[in-house]
């Protein structure tokens, strides 16, 4: 009995670590998450779109995300980040204490990029992924999710 017990109690605890462990961004005014989803790049710089649909497998707690190094916040379920870059390289990581996601895009004026981070049950507290998709799915997707307030602030 005390064995079964046991069994629960770690992927209770795994998770109640990743919840308390990542990062804290708060969620934009709803005016400006509308704004956000015009999928519009301005003329001079690229657009990049990283998001997280909301999926129940992994759902629990946010997932830190930095870009060029720097601490951009964490995405929560059904959440998304948007930033308007000078053409230039950027990279965009994630990391779990089990894994880490990294992508690297050559920015160009006037693109649009869509980056889907993905969190994924783990042994003991979870694994992240983060892949380029389409403009079709991720504006499909990114229409279902809520603007953060990101702490990286582009030149």
């Known amino acids: ?18 919840v308390v462990s990542c990062a804290s961004t708060s969620k934009a005014p709803e005016s400006k998450s509308s704004e956000a989803k015009s999928f519009n790049a301005p003329v001079d710089k690229g657009t990049v779109y990283l998001y997280r649909t909301g999926r129940a497998v992994g759902a ?25 870059l000078k053409p230039g390289t950027y990279t965009f990581a994630s990391s779990t204490g089990e894994s ?11 693109q649009v990029y869509y980056l889907r981070q993905d969190a994924r049950l783990g042994v003991g507290s979870g694994r992240v992924t983060i892949k380029e998709v389409d403009a079709t799915k991720g504006q499909d997707e990114v229409k279902n999710c809520k603007l953060l307030v990101s702490s990286y602030v582009p030149d």
Not at 60 to 84: E, H, I
Request: aromatic residues 12%; charged residues 15%.
């Open 1 to 18: 009995m005390k064995l079964k017990r046991l069994f629960w109690l770690i992927p209770v605890l795994a998770l109640s670590w990743l």
């Open 60 to 84: 629990a707690g946010q997932l830190s995300v930095k870009v060029n190094t720097q601490d951009a916040g964490g995405t929560g379920p059904g959440t998304f980040f948007k930033w308007d």
């Open 100 to 110: 880490s996601a990294v992508v690297q895009l050559d920015v160009k004026a006037g």
